[in-house]
């Protein structure tokens, strides 16, 4: 309605400019009518009102085209962003209520704008009011607000997780007994759990046979209750979820809840969680929560991992009693033989055959108390083995499951599009100056880099981007980002206002910071049809090249992001083993790949980088071998089908000299060294020729001593990894001087 005033008094004025020289024109033709012979006057007349008009019709179009510019001159700096430039104008014509239109227009963009940059510093609790039912934009703005925040939340839960598991790492390193180690579990699992009660049941056999379960551990409202219970097998909920290894999770507990038979009394909780404490299908106890609060499904899942944990603990437990037992015994039998021996020295002559006598049983004892030793060590290696093998296997099924629920991500689909569109529209001509910054960084950066960790020798025309908009996308945020090389992800936006530039600035910041939490080495976003990566957070020099064309389409990258492409299953994932790959260095590098779908439409490939620091914490239990029990010498790694390491050796990270002289003497090339000593690792460099790996990769397990390339003996303990699209095995492995090194001792005393 604000407009319809203006238009009616521009309407008039452009009435008027047209209708008057009418009029003047009918005069002056009446005039001629009248007067055949016109007077001066009449002509003076004409004159003069011609004269007027034209001053009137000047001065009205040149206020008319200055308003016009000055609206004109509005709407570009709008259409340029420029929100902080002041949209109004003075007056009351026609076109300041188009002035005013244009003003209020911005001041929404600003308004949407603010929130938006809100998102952008991860203020998720900023607020925004769309101004209608059809602002698309501002519900957009919304919708981005919300998957953020369902992100967050995804995140807490995993660290929480993740700081969880950290705890329990240190509450289980400690040497108490095992009843006070139940108490210290049971009393953190219920204080992070938020939970009112618990108790914990261990299986125990008595002296006729009988299988029972024997309360080793109660926490009720923050202080120990010492209670004497026992449980047979299959009795009530304790005994049926032991039988069936099972988790129970009882909700909405009526008040009348003591004539369940639980191990909780007269309690009377709302929720009831028992799991059972079991290694791979073996059941040793079982711990029960009640709580009035409702445990949450990822809570439930952390009880059940850290059950696996709890029970190998209580193995190791044992097993190591059980050991100091057997070690305790044998000193007293050796004392009990020393004494001996000194009193038959009394008697040489009658004594000289029960000498012989007792120098057999001594050996004997010695090679029985080495055997039984070796067992325990082995014993030992297959609980570290299992252990690490379920925590690996467990890590790539997080990874799977992350890359599907990521390219599910809204987000992540709009992102795909946006980068997908803003790609396509990038101009693909190529500057003689940008062509040469790109050439200059590949010949100065990039091949020395390359150079120094492979003995390939290759030309830099060989890796140069083909011309168009991969070149394009390389200056922009390659060779002409002012961050050094490795830190190219800080570039948030290129120098260039192009839609590409936009979109990379609404987006990147989210990748990079999903990037850095969870260890990735790269997450790229390829174009289905093309093959090419129009996105990719660390921009190494595979950047916007195509993986279907391009130089890198046989690598193992470009070999799983073609099976992808090819593929029509919505769920499809799949994992390659680890190759050299170049644009990382020639660095080993694996890959995971799934399809983004809109709906029903395959918009892209999303491809994660492995982070192969994050398995190697696994192995290495960040470096924490010695409490991890391997002692000195001990270590744990994964080996492919070409029984090369797929983990960085233990000797490499505590001594490179040593290791690398080790090699050395096994017969390795410098070239290998130098490019170990350079790459700082020994991934797919160093092979292990053991009957244990190849027991291990045709899926059997078990324990072995073999001497490695050095000559020395090993304990092994291996097993197959069950992880899909790749063949690896898991070793566990020790000296065997050191794993025999107290029996030696002994034996040197007698």
């Not at 981005?144 to 660290?159: P, T, Y």
């Not at 409490?627 to 070409?642: F, Q």
Request: aromatic residues 10%; proline residues 4%; contains cysteine.
């Amino acid at each position: 309605m604000a407009l319809i005033l203006p238009k009616r008094r521009l309407l008039v004025k452009l009435v008027l400019l047209v209708i008057v020289p009418v009029l003047f024109l009918l005069l002056f033709v009446l005039a001629l009518a009248i007067f055949p012979t016109p007077p001066a006057s009449v002509w003076v007349g004409a004159l003069v009102a011609t004269l007027g008009y034209g001053l009137f019709a000047f001065l009205f179009l040149r206020a008319f085209i200055l308003r016009f510019d000055k609206v004109e001159e509005v709407s570009k700096l709008l259409a340029a962003g420029k929100l902080d430039e002041p949209f109004h104008q003075n007056g009351q014509d026609e076109f300041m209520a188009i002035t005013q239109a244009i003003h209020h227009t911005g001041e929404g963009l600003k308004h949407k704008t603010a929130f938006a940059n809100h998102i952008g510093d991860g203020n998720l609790q900023a607020t925004y009011e769309p101004t209608s039912a059809d602002d698309q934009l501002g519900h957009s703005l919304l919708k981005i607000k919300e998957n953020l925040l369902a992100v967050k939340d995804e995140d807490r839960k995993r660290n929480w997780t993740t700081d969880g598991l950290a705890r329990f790492v240190e509450v289980m390193r400690t040497d108490k007994s095992l009843s006070e180690l139940c108490h210290d579990i049971l009393r953190n699992l219920v204080v992070l759990l938020r939970a009112n009660q618990g108790t914990i049941f261990i299986i125990n056999t008595t002296d006729t046979g009988d299988t029972l379960l024997n309360m080793q551990a109660c926490y009720a409202f923050d202080r120990r209750k010492y209670l004497s219970k026992t449980i047979t097998p299959g009795e009530g909920l304790i005994g049926q979820v032991f039988l069936e290894k099972r988790t129970a999770y009882l909700k909405n507990v009526p008040d009348n809840f003591i004539r369940i038979t639980s191990g909780l009394g007269d309690a009377n909780p709302r929720f009831v969680l028992i799991a059972p404490l079991k290694m791979n299908e073996d059941v040793v106890g079982v711990v029960e929560l009640a709580s009035f609060k409702e445990f949450e499904k990822h809570e439930i899942a952390f009880v059940e991992k850290i059950g696996e944990t709890i029970a190998h603990n209580i193995i190791s437990f044992r097993t190591a009693e059980h050991t100091r037992k057997l070690l305790q015994d044998s000193q007293e039998q050796t004392e009990h033989m020393r004494a001996q021996e000194e009193e038959l020295r009394q008697n040489q002559e009658e004594l000289q055959a029960t000498q012989e006598e007792i120098s057999r049983k001594y050996h004997e004892l010695f090679r029985q108390l080495t055997s039984l030793n070796h067992q325990s060590r082995f014993d030992q290696l297959k609980s570290i083995t299992s252990t690490k093998k379920r925590n690996v296997e467990y890590y790539f099924d997080i990874i799977r499951s992350q890359i599907i629920t990521f390219s599910e991500n809204k987000m992540v689909i709009d992102a795909m599009n946006a980068f997908t569109h803003a790609f396509d529209a990038l101009p693909p001509e190529n500057p003689a100056q940008m062509k040469e910054s790109v050439k200059h960084y590949y010949t100065g950066e990039f091949m020395p880099r390359l150079l120094d960790n492979t003995s390939h020798v290759e030309k830099v025309e060989n890796y140069l981007p083909p011309a168009g908009i991969a070149t394009v996308l390389q200056y922009l945020f390659i060779s002409s980002n002012p961050h050094p090389t490795g830190q190219k992800s800080l570039m948030i936006t290129s120098r260039e206002n192009s839609d590409y530039g936009r979109v990379h600035a609404l987006y990147h910041p989210v990748m990079l910071s999903f990037l850095e939490k969870f260890g990735y080495y790269d997450i790229f976003l390829i174009d289905p049809i093309t093959g090419n990566i129009v996105y990719s957070v660390f921009k190494e020099v595979d950047f916007g090249t195509s993986l279907l064309t391009g130089r890198y389409q046989t690598t193992n990258f470009g070999r799983v992001v073609k099976a992808a492409i090819e593929s029509t299953d919505k769920n499809f994932v799949k994992l390659v083993d680890f190759e050299p790959y170049a644009p990382s260095y020639h660095a080993p590098a694996s890959f995971i790949a799934c399809p983004i779908y809109d709906n029903d439409k395959k918009t892209g490939i999303l491809v994660f980088q492995m982070p192969i620091n994050k398995i190697n914490q696994i192995l290495t239990g960040d470096n924490h071998w010695r409490e991890d029990g391997l002692g000195e010498s001990g270590e744990t790694y994964m080996v492919g089908p070409d029984h090369k390491l797929r983990s960085i050796s233990r000797d490499l990270i505590e001594n490179k000299r040593h290791y690398l002289a080790t090699l050395k003497a096994s017969g390795y090339d410098e070239k290998i060294l130098h490019q170990v000593d350079r790459m700082n690792t020994s991934i797919l460099v160093e092979q292990l020729d053991l009957d244990s790996i190849d027991l291990a990769l045709s899926g059997q397990s078990g324990t072995r001593i073999e001497k490695n390339s050095s000559g020395e003996e090993l304990l092994n303990a291996y097993a197959p990894l069950s992880i899909p699209d790749v063949q690896w095995a898991i070793l566990s492995s020790m000296k065997e001087t050191e794993a025999s090194q107290r029996i030696n001792e002994l034996r040197k005393q007698g």
